[in-house]
């Protein structure tokens, strides 16, 4: 009941100095709405990549060859290794194979879903009727859609037929098609281009039209942007006259996977035995899970950084309750040397004004908080995130607002309960 009047006798001062009180507490305002509105967009910003990163396969192992250390010495067995050759050029040795693959597939069979392949055909432009067309073209197999998603507007994605006939069928985009075809996907479909893939003209026949995703950037404004064209794996190996084996791979993992980075280093195991006798290249992975965690363990940091600067409005406010209570106090003494006639206790006196100065800096710290959601969803809105609200932050922002009015109103509170009832009786 004591703590339930104070609180009351609190409110009542408050709004018997509103002015006084709003000005006092603009310090704990701007900081906690500082605060807030930086975490949000932090959050926003940070659920956004996590999302992203999700869509463009979060759960993906990219497999790889990487040139090994030119310090780099391995001994097994008691055999000795050299060291590697970081100008090597890639051989077909050095390649993996289909044998290598077959096994990863059957040792790893209930984690992996697809294993999506693919290497560039280079560059090409086509033209039609007076119009031209830029395109990155790939050879890809039948899995290469599990792991690069894409949205099929017309006609089929690459299949198992095609990669075993090594047939001349390929895969453009709306962008395309809009460009040569006047945006017509279904009459795209079975069109025949020519394509001059390594200095010799090789005919395509349309059998998909996917739709063009924009990234957003400068050169994606323009209406000559180069987008992606995929053709059979196998028939791209055939023009180009590829060694055997690949030089990458993308695993595109089974949903039972619990830790894809663990998964990733057991990729790596399995195939160091390969590589052991290797002296220019290993095989290395990489994953969206550690590029998520590292892009937002930076994000973090840097929005700790900028609170923690931002906090400091929280010092400037803290001294602003402080002053301001040493004033109340003043004003308040005879006030004061009454209670403490009737009967008041020290404890009692200095529970009152410490409850005072929690209630200023409480109410401080609320307006703060819906000032911070505010601006901090006006922020996020602006750069093109939804707005993600800190739960975490705003239950530490109305804690932190207490431990500000304690420790900032402690002082004059203890000031209060040592005046002498008589002398402030006295007091003018």
């Not at 395309?176 to 996907?185: A, H, I, P, R, Y």
């Not at 001059?196 to 957003?216: A, R």
């Not at 400068?218 to 942007?225: A, G, I, K, N, Q």
């Not at 509170?413 to 006295?426: G, T, V």
Request: some cysteine; proline content about 1%; hydrophobic content about 40%.
């Amino acid at each position: 009941m004591l703590i339930w009047e104070n609180i009351k006798i609190a409110c009542k001062a408050l709004f018997s100095n509103k002015l006084r009180a709003l000005l006092t507490m603009l310090g704990i305002i701007i900081g906690i709405g500082s605060v807030i509105a930086i975490m949000t967009v932090s959050e926003s910003l940070t659920t956004s990549i996590s999302d992203s990163f999700q869509e463009m396969g979060a759960n993906n192992i990219t497999v790889g060859l990487s040139a090994k250390s030119e310090e780099e010495e391995v001994r097994v067995d008691g055999m000795r290794f050299g060291a590697g050759n970081r100008n090597a050029s890639i051989t077909e040795d050095d390649r993996i194979t289909d044998a290598m693959l077959q096994k990863m597939k059957k040792t790893f069979q209930n984690r992996i879903s697809a294993v999506a392949i693919s290497e560039s055909a280079g560059s090409v432009t086509v033209e039609k009727d007076g119009d031209s067309a830029s395109l990155n073209v790939s050879g890809v197999n039948k899995d290469y859609f599990r792991s690069d998603k894409v949205t099929l507007l017309a006609g089929r994605s690459i299949k198992k037929a095609d990669l075993e006939g090594n047939k001349h069928v390929i895969m453009v985009s709306d962008q395309m098609v809009e460009t040569l075809f006047d945006g017509d996907n279904e009459s795209a479909l079975w069109q025949k281009i020519s394509l001059n893939i390594d200095g010799n003209y090789q005919d395509f026949y349309i059998v998909g039209v996917y739709q063009y995703e924009s990234e957003g950037t400068v050169s994606d404004s323009s209406e000559d942007v180069t987008t992606n064209a995929y053709i059979p794996l196998t028939t791209a190996k055939e023009i180009m006259h590829s060694d055997d084996g690949y030089t990458q791979f993308t695993i595109v993992t089974d949903t039972s996977v619990s830790s894809v980075s663990d998964f990733a280093d057991q990729i790596e195991t399995f195939f160091t035995p390969y590589y052991m006798s290797n002296d220019n290249y290993e095989i290395a992975t990489s994953t969206m899970e550690s590029m998520t965690e590292s892009m937002s363990e930076m994000i973090r940091t840097v929005s700790l950084a900028i609170s923690l600067i931002a906090g400091i409005s929280l010092l400037v406010g803290g001294i602003g309750v402080m002053n301001i209570m040493l004033v109340s106090i003043t004003e308040r003494t005879r006030e004061i040397g009454t209670r403490k006639a009737l009967g008041a206790t020290n404890g009692s006196i200095r529970l009152q004004f410490i409850i005072e100065s929690m209630v200023l800096c409480v109410v401080g710290g609320c307006l703060g908080i819906a000032l911070g959601l505010i601006l901090g969803s006006v922020a996020a809105s602006v750069l093109g995130y939804s707005a993600t609200t800190p739960v975490a932050a705003i239950m530490i922002a109305v804690l932190f607002s207490m431990v500000v009015g304690v420790f900032f109103g402690y002082y004059p509170a203890n000031k209060a309960a040592r005046l002498d009832p008589i002398e402030a009786l006295r007091y003018e």
